[in-house]
């Protein structure tokens, strides 16, 4: 009654120190306390608790109680399925044993402890979640006499239910952390992409977030070439990104062809044994392909609103993981994740295919038009587009932010549009012009202005400031330009600028009536003009541009040899400022 | 002793049982089953469980277990800050005490079960977490005689610990589902976002699903006028979404004139006490704000490559959730999920506004150039503007693709930009061309084609196949076009749609050569030309979409007045094909 008595208090208190020990949270000695509370209450000699690792079938030691050589014993391992420990890991319940020695059943952690104690008996008790072992307890010599009905197999199971309890919970908020963890990185990664249209930049994110993501040794986008109707791979990412770049892969042909003409999802967890493998990738990078997931890049339907309407869904072409690096093969959790991922991808890809080809409608129209005006009078050839770049090099020397930039790039490019109202017959013409044709050359700037609003190009934001490279290239600080006379500060920034990089291109192109003089000559001029009749910071930002390289005139882009005849024309004024 | 044994065997069977029970998992009756093992393990005779609900300060009964009107009492509630419970849950332990009725600690639940059960003795158990109340349980009427040393508060402690421990799991488990619930419902939502650039779509997906996620009664989303430097209410969802629509709030004003000026997240839980509010809109929309959660729309800096370089980062609006529907105010979940959400939603609304703004000026252009082609000679005004939205009917009557209809539309707008080539005085020249002549403006498709390919348009997606409506819109499929004279297949389906556009456009405008016919008049010729000519399926189809309205003509548009002259100009060949 007495010894009752006493295993029984042991038995409380050492349940209440585990719910201590359990209150307090995750901790790293969890094992040990709980295996020396195992041991206390059972009041056995010596204790061993092992984990069951399922992937190796072995059981590695966590925690030694009792014995000398504990600490060499920790982290041992071995089969999980021989002699006690394995029978009790398939049964799922308690076994006792006196003197295993001579039992059977022995097994290896009974036999390491037998090295510095002298076994007589042993209780081995699994730890079981839901019906699946997470591994088991040895306790080591206990109390005499033995009994039938002795307490300790449902103390040491009791004791190890609140382990498994623990155990189960730190499982769930690891699986838990883990799973947001991705979810997190995964939304990161997709906020991340809409940050950039740039295509190769945009592939390259993709890439190396799902490398990361995943965890692989590999990754790699191939679009679909609608020109050859092939898959070209883009970007490589991981550690063999420089090996295979510029591969194409024939429509329909290999996994990636075939999830590209499905669009289905493909993990091959061992392409050897699949003949739709295109081996030609890895025969001409050198890389050995084992495991393969590869998804197809499907963009979405896109509203696109205004007179575009509708970008139908299209599947752009494919991505693909290989060879995970710390498992066999692609589990579901990966393929979820990449399948979002590449969804996201393709999206933002489409977006940036869609953006560039309006853009490059945009500027190549623009382009066009404004070298076709240009092309009126073959002296003029290519004056738009020069004046535009020297326009962008004074704003980018002058410190403007990419916004501003882009809107001076499209402004300047424009600046002569107004041409285009002007009758061939005047731009065209050879000789001295008269007063009335003269008047209505003057006119192209408030041409251009009324171009731009009759057609509602004013309400764009990249010209709702701007167009004043249209109005006021012609403008004069001194008052003594045209259209309107503006002085000083009534004519804008952009305008300034525009009337700099016009009459630097008037004065270094060839004229009817004046040859090309040099950049050097040129500059002489501006900075005579400058404070007079040009603004003197944006003369100063385009001679700085010039050394830089950055303002190359009509002879240095071999722009001149095109022209076919130069004859001189009389004009009526000298003013530098008048040609362009 | 007889009586420990009993009792430490009917605590092993209890703990055993309710091991048992927690190993199957997350169950309704979870409560029941264990107060039964309280009460079973303490050889009581009835027990309450209740849980703390911290909000309204009470305790909620969950289980009852031996007191015959425990249906009853079920689901009653309380003071939990009074009496002997209000004193458990402070201390965070065990009370045991006799004759409650007569004790000043006697609480609302000892008191209730007086009702069906004379209450001699009670213990009354705080369920602890990490040294917080979750609830608590009462047991009456433990076994005689009372003893100071009895072993029931033990007991009981560790079953309530069972208990808790379990909660915590549940408590976790429903926490990371949650948290992960809503992280991909963000997921979700901004996967979403990207399938639309259209502006108002945009807003009003963002504002729906924002109203959803946060639970709210409403969210609204405003942005900035860049040309009158105020904020304009975009989009307010919600159940007042009909109730406040076009509100301004000057810049810098109100709450959300703080946040988009600052940057800084605002959360107001009771807007009336913060001066910032700005009361305007409430006052005019009948919509009474309580709590207000503002956050700006900071659209990132985006690389948009090639020319235009980087977009740069700026904050648009703001985006505000009003009135949390079952919570006082926000809390900081909601915050960070907003966040996330405007974030996105700010980057998406960036991308619709450059791709917009692109776009526009893409269109505009072309509009604008052909436009001032169109108007060099005065009988062909509006002629390209007209051909565009003629082809577009026909190509939808066919059943093209969104895809395809937006390539005809901007190549049939292109069809005569090849004209820009033809001198002025060949295209305003109002007597009989001269057979040169008249061979310089029969070149103008070939010039367009020219005009695409040294401009790099032929390389944009929309141009690549579709060039054939400047190069084909003059050939017939009878070979007697120019300026190929190609037959039949050999001409594009985009090249037949644009030369019936072309044909009806020329017959129904007034021409210097002939009056304007009516559209019956034009669709008899094009019927007699179907076939021969014309592609009759291109021709019908014509038909259709003007039955319904979608083919209006010159006169019908009413840009015939703006003609001054209608002098005749006789032509060479009376083939309607040969205008426009």
Known sequence: MFIRETRFQRFVQAMQRADQLVATGARDDLFEQMLDLMVFATEAEAGVLSLYDKDSQTLVVQAVAGLPRGK???????????????????????????????????????????????????LCQPLMSHGQPLGCVHVFNLPDPPADDRDEPALLSLLSSRLVNEM???????????????????????????????RDELLYRIMSHACELLNVEATSIW????????????????????????????????????????GETVAVNDVRRDPRFYQHIDASSGFVTRSILCVPLKAPRIQLGDVRGIAEERIIGGAQALNPRHRSGFVPDDIALFQTLAGQAAAVIRLAQLY??????????IDAITGAIDLKDPYTRGHSQRVSDFSVAIAQ??????????????????????????????????????????????????????????????????LRESWTA?????????????????????????????????????????????PARSADEAIAILRSLA?????????????????????RTQEERGERDRLSKRRRRPTRRRSVGMAG
Chains 1, 2 share one sequence.
């Open 72 to 122: 060499d014993f920790r982290s041992a391992h071995g089969d999980a399925n021989q002699g006690l420990a394995g029978a009790v890991l398939r049964r799922g319940t308690a076994l006792f044993v006196a003197d295993p020695g001579r039992d059977p059943r022995q097994d290896w952690i009974c036999g390491a402890a037998a090295a510095s104690l002298h076994v007589r008996t042993v």
């Open 356 to 365: 560039s080809e309006v853009s490059a409608l945009s500027t190549r129209i």
């Open 397 to 462: 020397e002058l410190g403007l932010s990419s916004d501003e930039v882009y809107r001076v790039r499209i402004a300047s490019k424009l600046h002569d549009v107004g041409k285009i109202r002007v009758p061939d017959r005047i731009l065209k013409k050879r000789r001295q012009l008269t007063d009335a044709e003269f008047a209505q050359m003057r006119q192209h700037p408030e041409h251009g202005l009324e171009f731009l609003k009759e057609n509602g190009l004013l309400e764009l934001e990249v």
């Open 223 to 262: 679009l679909r070439d609608p020109a050859q109707d092939d898959l070209v791979l883009h970007i490589a990412a991981g550690s063999s990104r420089k090996r295979i770049v510029a591969q194409r892969v024939p429509a329909g042909q290999g996994i990636i062809g075939h999830v590209v003409a499905t």
């Open 470 to 514: 249209l109005a006021q290239h012609h403008e004069r600080l001194d008052g003594r330009g045209y259209p309107k006379g503006l002085r000083g500060d009534q004519i804008s920034l952009v305008g300034r600028i525009v009337a700099v990089a016009d009459v630097f291109d008037a004065i270094t192109s060839h004229r009817p009536y004046q």
């Open 531 to 551: 404070g007079v009749e040009l603004d003197s910071a944006c003369v100063e930002a385009l001679v700085r541009a010039r050394a830089q390289g950055l303002v």
């Open 168 to 198: 189960e919970k730190a499982q769930i908020l690891a699986e838990a952390e883990r799973r947001e963890r991705r979810q997190r990185a995964l939304l990161e990664i997709i906020s991340n992409l809409t940050t950039t249209l740039d």
